[in-house]
């Protein structure tokens, strides 16, 4: 049986301590349960709530440190781009280029993402359906890149609230061999925090096993030692001493 593909990682780039940190347990991860988990952090949150929000460090120092961090304990990489210039430079870095779920119908973004030859895992937009997400796909595969991941993460329900209607990842296999579910942000609470995102990570497990049972293939799990503390997304990262678990569950 194919095991499935896992992304996880902090949501930012909060320091290199906190890379290691996170790295370490997942390469530890790989080695007992022989998988190949993919590292995922971000260096420029550009669509943080308030202006004060923390971004990362930028776009060079956020990708010497993923690359430092590829170097150091032989982990594929994911990292998000915002900007169509982004993409040529982090596509020399890492291994899978994702786009941000409110930019996957931003055409040269999708293109200039494509054209790097790297893995492109798009999200679902919070306003679209599974069958929407055959034009983002079509825009990259035309743009000379067959290589497209999609990822579902919810749909927005009313004000600063999530639903996931699961029968979208059988509706994007459709159109990609490869259907993630993002089980940390679909549980967020977005803008419902006092100018920050809320969420309720107590369901990020059964967002998991749900979306297995609909034909899953892939799961995506932000998480950091203490997201209490996180500079962003704290309330739906996972602890990362309970990764194990939900990973276990999947396996």
């Not at 679209?128 to 579902?152: A, C, H, R």
């Not at 107590?202 to 979306?211: F, R, S």
């Not at 892939?218 to 939900?246: C, I, R, W, Y």
Request: aromatic letters at 8%.
């Amino acid at each position: 049986m194919n095991k499935p593909v896992i992304i996880a990682g902090p949501c930012v780039i909060e320091s290199m301590e906190l890379l290691q940190q996170v790295a370490a347990e997942l390469l530890r991860l790989n080695q007992k349960y022989q998988l190949n988990i993919i590292f995922k952090a971000s260096f420029d949150k550009a669509n943080r709530t308030s202006l004060s929000s923390f971004r990362g460090p930028g776009l060079e120092k956020g990708l010497q440190m993923l690359s430092d961090i590829r170097t150091q304990y032989g982990l594929r990489i994911l990292t998000d781009v915002h900007e169509s210039y982004q993409a040529q430079a982090a596509g020399e870095v890492v291994d899978v280029l994702q786009i941000p779920a409110f930019l996957c119908r931003q055409t040269d973004l999708l293109v200039a993402a494509a054209r790097t030859g790297k893995t492109i895992n798009i999200k679902k937009a919070q306003f679209l359906s599974g069958d929407d997400m055959k034009y983002p796909v079509q825009k990259v595969i035309e743009s000379g890149n067959p290589n497209v991941w999609l990822t579902e993460r919810g749909n927005m329900m009313g004000y600063n609230n999530l639903v996931v209607d699961f029968r979208n990842i059988p509706l994007m296999k459709q159109w990609t061999d490869t259907v993630i579910m993002d089980c940390t942000h679909a549980v967020q609470r977005p803008g419902g925090g006092n100018g920050c995102t809320s969420g309720n990570r107590e369901y990020v497990p059964m967002m998991a096993l749900a979306a297995k049972a609909f034909g899953a293939n892939g799961f995506f799990f932000e998480t950091h030692p203490n997201p209490e503390a996180a500079k962003s997304d704290g309330p739906n990262m996972l602890f990362l001493q309970d990764l194990e678990e939900v990973v276990k569950s999947l396996l």
